[in-house]
């Protein structure tokens, strides 16, 4: 990728001094991070100050006034996903100029119910994309929030009609699920969406035609998370235990070859499609091709371009990375009010999209205290590449 002039410098895949990145290959395997590199990466982070200085390329775009971790375009129209971190309400709308909040698809989907069911009303929103057929897909997460046991019938991938506002399609996911899984988040790689799952860790691979859904890497190192880090500190729940959110940020290359996932903690892995793709392989060979790709830090959201580089919004240190096919790390932006970016998105004109949704200030991460600072803004950052089209247009 040729990255835009106003960029940050590259970072070395082995360290950058001065701003405390630091990713390596292993001297034992290819691809894996370096135990070295890890080590070095954890020391430069605990003494590296979060940003003070806010930049100009920054634009603010939409207030919110409940935190909001999903924001998609399509048409020129914006859509957002609110996850009831902070106080309940409509789950998915659509943000229009005035600054209304219209309930998507309607109010019955947004109803707040004191005893979920999944009869013609969301459980748990974690996210709104559109994707490449442009439509909207909802991703119900089929349990009430994260280490709550699902709800049966829940987990559901629903598309919308952004024309009529029609459901056109529920494509339930009860084969695919635990007791205590927590759908994450979804891509497309034509006739195949590949899907994360936060409370069990594992992927999910749906076949868009039959509808059929199915584990892979069910419990695989690769999807297990570690405790969570923003802003420098170790988030933890209302019980005062530490924060664990396994599989959850994933990304597929424009050539549709690889897919990227990570657990929200960090350490990046991919793996080749045709892997998951086949169901004739029994789990222990599709594990062997599991690549670990990257040491990276506590995650919010990723996004990736048409020219394969992945956006990382680093949780940690209040900023967004860039990482290209070759694993070559740079600093796009860090300003203080990136805190915790979550589920980012490129639109056709090449504007980057951060809503930064302090989740970690929020009483599920935040020990039950509420710490968010209102009102909450997704930003817009030019990166001048539109996205990978086999994901979205």
Same mark, same amino acid.
């Given at each position: #990728? *040729?990255?835009?002039?106003?960029? *940050?410098?590259?970072?070395?895949?082995?360290?950058?001094?001065?701003? /405390?990145?630091?990713?390596?290959?292993?001297?034992g395997?290819?691809?894996?991070?370096?135990?070295?590199g890890t080590?070095?990466?954890?020391?430069?982070e605990?003494? #590296?100050?979060?940003?003070?200085?806010?930049?100009?390329? +920054?634009?603010?775009?939409v207030?919110? &006034?409940?935190v909001?971790?999903?924001?998609?375009?399509?048409?020129g129209?914006?859509?957002?996903?609110?996850?009831?971190?902070?106080?309940?309400?409509?789950?998915?709308?659509? !943000?229009?100029?005035?600054?209304?909040?219209?309930?998507w698809?309607?109010?019955?989907?947004?109803?707040?119910?004191?005893?979920?069911? =999944?009869?013609?009303?969301?459980?748990?929103?974690?996210?709104?994309?559109?994707?490449?057929?442009?439509?909207?897909? $909802?991703? &119900? *997460?089929?349990?009430p929030?994260?280490?709550? =046991?699902?709800?049966?019938g829940?987990?559901? +991938? %629903?598309?919308?009609?952004?024309?009529? !506002?029609a459901?056109?399609?529920?494509?339930?996911?009860t084969?695919?699920?635990?007791?205590?899984s927590?759908?994450?988040d979804?891509?497309?790689? /034509?006739?195949?969406?590949?899907?994360?799952? !936060?409370?069990?860790?594992?992927?999910?691979?749906? &076949?868009?035609?039959?509808?059929? @859904?199915?584990?892979?890497?069910?419990?695989?190192?690769?999807?297990?998370?570690?405790?969570?880090?923003?802003?420098?500190?170790?988030?933890?729940?209302s !019980? /005062?235990?530490? $924060?664990?959110?396994? @599989?959850?940020?994933?990304?597929?290359?424009?050539?549709?070859?690889? +897919?990227?996932?990570?657990?929200?903690s960090?350490?990046?892995?991919?793996?080749?499609t045709?892997w998951?793709?086949?169901?004739?392989l029994?789990?222990?060979?599709?594990?062997?091709?599991?690549?670990?790709?990257?040491?990276?830090?506590?995650?919010? /959201?990723?996004?990736?371009d048409?020219?394969?580089?992945?956006?990382?919004?680093d949780?940690?240190?209040?900023? %967004?990375?860039?990482?290209?096919?070759?694993?070559?790390?740079?600093?796009?932006?860090?300003?203080?009010?990136?805190?915790?970016?979550?589920?980012?998105? %490129?639109d056709?004109?090449?504007?980057?999209?951060? =809503? @930064?949704?302090?989740?970690?200030?929020?009483?599920?991460? *935040?020990?039950?205290?509420?710490r968010?600072?209102?009102? +909450?803004? %997704?930003?817009?950052?030019?990166?001048?590449?539109g =996205?990978?089209?086999?994901d979205h @247009?």
């Amino acid at each position: #990728m *040729s990255l835009p002039s106003h960029t *940050s410098r590259q970072i070395d895949i082995c360290q950058e001094i001065g701003v /405390g990145v630091v990713f390596g290959r292993a001297r034992g395997g290819k691809g894996t991070p370096s135990r070295a590199g890890t080590e070095r990466l954890a020391l430069l982070e605990e003494h #590296m100050p979060l940003p003070t200085r806010t930049d100009s390329r +920054l634009i603010p775009t939409v207030r919110n &006034d409940r935190v909001c971790t999903g924001v998609t375009t399509v048409e020129g129209r914006v859509f957002v996903s609110f996850p009831a971190a902070d106080s309940p309400g409509a789950q998915v709308a659509e !943000a229009l100029p005035d600054g209304r909040r219209v309930p998507w698809p309607d109010e019955s989907w947004n109803a707040v119910q004191d005893e979920p069911r =999944p009869d013609g009303a969301y459980v748990h929103v974690n996210g709104v994309r559109t994707g490449p057929d442009g439509q909207l897909w $909802i991703i &119900d *997460s089929g349990a009430p929030g994260p280490g709550r =046991p699902q709800v049966p019938g829940a987990a559901r +991938l %629903i598309v919308t009609d952004p024309a009529t !506002a029609a459901v056109t399609r529920i494509y339930h996911l009860t084969e695919a699920v635990r007791d205590d899984s927590y759908v994450d988040d979804v891509r497309f790689n /034509g006739a195949i969406a590949y899907l994360t799952d !936060a409370g069990a860790p594992g992927l999910i691979v749906l &076949d868009l035609a039959s509808g059929r @859904a199915r584990r892979v890497l069910d419990g695989h190192p690769s999807t297990v998370g570690r405790r969570l880090i923003a802003d420098g500190e170790v988030l933890h729940d209302s !019980a /005062g235990d530490e $924060i664990v959110l396994h @599989a959850d940020q994933l990304e597929v290359s424009p050539d549709g070859r690889h +897919l990227y996932y990570q657990p929200a903690s960090g350490g990046l892995s991919r793996i080749e499609t045709r892997w998951l793709d086949d169901p004739t392989l029994d789990p222990a060979t599709v594990a062997g091709y599991v690549e670990p790709w990257l040491d990276t830090p506590t995650t919010g /959201g990723t996004a990736i371009d048409a020219d394969g580089t992945i956006y990382l919004s680093d949780a940690e240190r209040r900023r %967004i990375l860039t990482i290209t096919s070759e694993r070559v790390v740079t600093m796009l932006v860090a300003d203080p009010r990136l805190a915790w970016v979550d589920a980012m998105w %490129i639109d056709s004109g090449g504007d980057l999209w951060l =809503p @930064a949704a302090q989740l970690h200030r929020t009483p599920g991460l *935040s020990g039950g205290v509420n710490r968010v600072d209102y009102p +909450l803004w %997704i930003y817009r950052l030019n990166v001048g590449v539109g =996205p990978a089209p086999n994901d979205h @247009a």
